[in-house]
């Protein structure tokens, strides 16, 4: 396996995922590790088609944020496994993950077998 490659490679996804989740939102000051969706200024408009296009994009931007932050953690999961040695082991039947699905995933947690 090529332990190096998919570990550059997960961490430029990290890297990646970690921008685009900070273009809609921000670290969540509350709970470490949380991201939440950066909110909006509501009210200041006078027309309420403005308002409810604000209170549209930001649910929008939630569940983009969402979808982003599970990514991100598959990905933050992936490189622990690698600093545990436990890296391209599938999690059912512990045989290896084949290359191909991990360059496809490279934060896939089973082999094809067990997709």
Known sequence: MRL????????????KLESEMGSIGRR???????????????????????QADIVMSRESNTAILADLEARYDTVVSALKRIDKGVYGKCEVCRDKIEDARLEADPSATTCIKHL
């Open 28 to 50: 969540n000051p509350s709970v470490p590790g949380d991201w939440e969706s950066v909110p909006s200024e509501i009210g200041m408009e006078s027309d309420l088609a403005d």
């Open 4 to 15: 190096k490659h998919f570990k550059q490679k997960l961490e430029a996804d990290k890297e």
